[in-house]
């Protein structure tokens, strides 16, 4: 992409009503723009790292063996009414009426729909187990809509729904999406700490929400210090396996969010590894057995002929709100520092002398080997000045920046820096996209 044809409307100061870097860097850097309060739309740049982290998303859920189906934002009063969520819902659904005075609302999540789809189709234990989801947008009146994509009021969710013959085999669902967000969250660039979670009136211990720590988070949580640094178990994982072990080396040490937390029991922490932080809640995993499928009778015939409600439970991500977590974790003072995973660009190309004629044919076909090599450059051909230039790119974040000047040029070099450690490498145009192409300075 050439940044003179690109849509890239950065500010230059930081707009006084957004009070966290996440916020202030995604609107400084052209990412978001709001519309109402807690409504955005994603403009260029912030759609390109929706759009990357969505994908992996949904390529995790798809190695967990869930299946991907797409159900409407809007849904009927009816359905609601059913489970009797519509009447307990309350000032956050978003209900509509439609010229035929029909009631509507638009879904701030699709338990009803999902187990309506179900029951449907499936009605032997031999059609389980299965898990469905879908990424889409959610709509929830919040009372407080606060720092941009964090807690918006329209919001991308991915949201998966698992349906098993019994309580045991939804263990074993529940663990495919533990290990699944583990992984996600991993190949986003984040340390998420799975944290116990209330279960409400359903009781157990299947309920965890993911943590990103930082200090901005809404949530208070307490942990074992060894939870933030146990790696992810990796992509290679036997999601047909037993995963019952993965799941217990973590839920073995002490993690809990302020509603669940037992200071007797974090006492019980070695004292140098209690942490007690802030976190931002990126995903929320939950088993809630028969809660939906006994008023809607969404039966399954066991192998004994008898029909039995099918258990149930809920898996969210919150897409739109990981870009928000994503910055949190990864930016300073110039701006974002995007894993490479998620970057909007793979490169940026900074000609700092538009017009010169050394230069532009440089710049040229360093962003023309760039593209056959696959790596996504963003070309700063605009004739702003150098310095702008460099504050804008600092500002984006893209990984890495060739600077290409007149210079260096002159004895055959440009300059390679790495955004994350701010490192300079000096050396030939060709020298720099078959390093960038071989990922020589990866770090992810
Ligand atoms: N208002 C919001 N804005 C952005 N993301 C949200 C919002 N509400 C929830 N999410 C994301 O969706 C995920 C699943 O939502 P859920 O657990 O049902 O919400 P809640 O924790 O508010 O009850 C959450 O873990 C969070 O990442
Ligand atoms: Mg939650």
Same mark, same amino acid.
């Given at each position: 992409?050439?940044?003179s044809?690109y849509?890239?409307p950065?500010l230059?100061?930081?707009?006084s009503?957004?009070?966290i870097?996440?916020?202030q860097?995604m609107l400084r850097?052209g990412?978001?723009?709001?519309?109402a309060?807690?409504?955005y !739309?994603w403009?260029?740049?912030?759609?390109?790292?929706l759009k990357?982290?969505?994908q992996?998303?949904r390529?995790?859920?798809d190695r967990?063996?869930?299946?991907?189906?797409?159900?409407?934002?809007i849904?009927s009063?009816?359905l609601?009414?059913?489970?009797?969520?519509?009447d307990d819902?309350?000032d956050?659904?978003?209900?509509?009426t439609d010229?035929?005075?029909r009631?509507?609302?638009?879904g701030?999540?699709n338990e009803?729909m999902?187990?309506?789809i179900?029951?449907s189709?499936?009605?032997?234990?031999?059609d389980?187990p299965k &898990?469905?989801y879908?990424i889409?947008w959610?709509?929830?009146?919040?009372?407080?809509?606060r720092f941009?994509?964090m807690?918006?009021r329209?919001f991308? &969710?991915?949201?998966?729904?698992?349906?098993?013959?019994?309580?045991e085999?939804a263990?074993?669902?529940?663990n495919?999406m533990?290990v699944a967000?583990?992984n996600t969250f !991993?190949r986003?660039?984040?340390?998420?700490?799975?944290?116990k979670a209330?279960?409400?009136?359903?009781g157990?211990?299947?309920?965890?929400?993911?943590?990103?720590?930082?200090?901005?988070g809404?949530?208070?949580?307490?942990?074992?210090?060894d939870?933030v640094?146990m790696?992810?178990?990796?992509l290679?994982?036997?999601?047909d396996?037993?995963l019952?072990?993965?799941?217990?080396?973590?839920?073995?040490?002490?993690?809990a969010t302020?509603?669940m937390?037992?200071?007797d029991e974090?006492?019980?922490?070695?004292k140098d590894?209690?942490l007690?932080?802030?976190?931002?809640e990126?995903?929320?995993?939950?088993y809630f057995?028969?809660?939906?499928?006994?008023?809607?009778?969404?039966l399954?015939?066991?192998?004994d002929g008898?029909?039995?409600?099918?258990?149930?439970g !809920?898996?969210?991500v919150?897409?739109? %709100?990981?870009?928000?977590?994503?910055?949190?974790?990864?930016?300073?003072?110039k701006g974002?520092?995007?894993?490479?995973?998620v970057?909007?660009f793979g490169?940026?190309?900074?000609?700092? %002398?538009v017009?010169?004629?050394?230069c532009?044919?440089?710049s040229?076909a360093?962003y023309?080997?760039?593209v056959e090599?696959?790596l996504?450059?963003?070309y700063?051909?605009t004739d702003?000045?150098?310095g702008?230039?460099?504050a804008t790119?600092d500002?984006?974040?893209l990984p890495y920046?060739i600077?290409?000047?007149?210079?260096?040029l002159?004895?055959?070099?440009?300059?390679?820096?790495v %955004?994350?450690?701010?490192e300079?490498h000096?050396?030939?145009p060709?020298d720099a996209?078959s390093?960038?192409a071989?990922?020589a300075?990866?770090d992810?």
């Amino acid at each position: 992409m050439r940044l003179s044809r690109y849509f890239l409307p950065v500010l230059k100061e930081t707009p006084s009503d957004a009070e966290i870097v996440s916020h202030q860097l995604m609107l400084r850097a052209g990412m978001i723009k709001q519309q109402a309060a807690g409504i955005y !739309s994603w403009l260029p740049l912030g759609h390109r790292v929706l759009k990357k982290i969505e994908q992996i998303v949904r390529e995790e859920q798809d190695r967990a063996g869930a299946i991907e189906l797409l159900m409407p934002t809007i849904q009927s009063a009816d359905l609601w009414r059913e489970s009797g969520r519509y009447d307990d819902y309350g000032d956050e659904m978003l209900r509509i009426t439609d010229r035929h005075d029909r009631e509507l609302l638009f879904g701030p999540t699709n338990e009803e729909m999902i187990t309506e789809i179900f029951r449907s189709y499936c009605k032997s234990y031999k059609d389980l187990p299965k &898990m469905l989801y879908h990424i889409q947008w959610k709509f929830r009146d919040e009372r407080r809509p606060r720092f941009g994509v964090m807690r918006g009021r329209e919001f991308l &969710m991915k949201d998966t729904y698992s349906f098993d013959v019994d309580e045991e085999a939804a263990r074993r669902s529940y663990n495919r999406m533990f290990v699944a967000y583990l992984n996600t969250f !991993s190949r986003l660039g984040l340390k998420a700490v799975p944290m116990k979670a209330d279960t409400g009136p359903i009781g157990g211990d299947l309920s965890h929400e993911f943590i990103v720590l930082a200090e901005t988070g809404e949530s208070e949580v307490f942990c074992h210090a060894d939870l933030v640094e146990m790696g992810a178990p990796g992509l290679d994982v036997d999601f047909d396996g037993d995963l019952q072990p993965l799941v217990d080396q973590r839920t073995a040490l002490y993690a809990a969010t302020e509603e669940m937390h037992q200071p007797d029991e974090f006492a019980a922490v070695p004292k140098d590894r209690q942490l007690s932080a802030r976190g931002i809640e990126v995903g929320h995993i939950f088993y809630f057995g028969t809660k939906y499928s006994e008023p809607m009778k969404a039966l399954v015939q066991h192998q004994d002929g008898q029909p039995r409600p099918v258990h149930m439970g !809920s898996y969210g991500v919150g897409v739109s %709100r990981l870009l928000g977590a994503i910055i949190e974790a990864h930016h300073d003072e110039k701006g974002c520092i995007w894993p490479e995973s998620v970057a909007p660009f793979g490169v940026g190309i900074i000609n700092m %002398r538009v017009g010169d004629e050394a230069c532009d044919v440089a710049s040229e076909a360093a962003y023309a080997a760039l593209v056959e090599a696959g790596l996504d450059p963003l070309y700063d051909d605009t004739d702003n000045r150098a310095g702008a230039k460099f504050a804008t790119a600092d500002l984006i974040g893209l990984p890495y920046q060739i600077v290409i000047g007149p210079r260096g040029l002159k004895e055959g070099k440009i300059e390679l820096k790495v %955004r994350r450690t701010g490192e300079t490498h000096e050396m030939s145009p060709e020298d720099a996209v078959s390093r960038l192409a071989e990922r020589a300075f990866a770090d992810d």
